[in-house]
Each structure stands twice: as C-alpha cells, then as structure tokens.
C-alpha cells in the first residue's frame, strides 16, 4: 500500500522553526531520493529539499543555510528541520520521491505570520 503521512506543520511567526516528519511506505522510500516539496496558495509545487539514500542532500538556494533534510531509512521516514522561517514560506508541504511520483499525501501546513 503507497503511504505518504506529513505532519508537523503548525502556525509559527517569521524567524521561528518547524521540523516536519513523513512516514512513507517502504514502496516509495526504499533507494529512492526523497524530496520535501511544497506549494503556496496560486503557485506551483516546488522542490525544497532532497536527500538520497545515502544520505546527499541538495536544497533550494532560498533555503540553503536555514533548512536541514535528512531521513530514518530503518523507519522510512524523512524530516525537514526549518528555521528562520520567512511569511512567504507560508504553504502546504509534501513529502515525495524524486521524482515525484504520481501518489501525494495529505501535506501538512505550515503558516509563518509577520
């Protein structure tokens, strides 16, 4: 069965941090690049963050610096730890393989008020 559950979103002021966690089927997880992805009300789904299996990690210039992917493969989970976080990252994130396939959880929202 494909599983994708995000959760930890919430509602935090600008500057603040979130870690976000998704637990993802082993069909997905397994030797796959996972991604954090998200998307802003009127926008498209954008990658934020990637990891491979063995652990590379590739981000988003606008978040470089200030977001931390990383993944429990014995879990097969991922977390995206943000901080400082900026109003216009305010949206729904996703968790995914990269790339992407065609089955999408819930999402979780994160909103960062000014």
């Known amino acids: 069965q494909v599983q994708l559950v995000e959760s930890g979103g919430g509602l935090v002021q600008a500057g603040g941090s979130l870690r976000l966690s998704c637990s993802a089927s082993?069909?997905?997880?397994?030797?796959?690049?996972m991604g954090w992805y998200r998307q802003a009300p009127g926008k498209q789904r954008e990658l934020v963050a990637s990891?491979?299996?063995?652990?590379?990690?590739n981000y988003l210039d606008s978040v470089k610096g200030r977001f931390s992917i990383s993944r429990d493969n014995a879990q097969n989970t991922v977390y995206l730890q943000m901080s400082s976080l900026k109003p216009e990252e305010t949206a729904v994130y996703y968790c995914?393989?990269?790339?992407?396939?065609?089955?999408w959880g819930q999402g979780t929202q994160v909103t960062v008020s000014s």
């Open positions: 995914n393989k990269v790339p992407a396939s065609t089955f």
């Open positions: 082993r069909s997905i997880f397994s030797f796959n690049v």
């Open positions: 990891i491979s299996s063995g652990g590379w990690t």
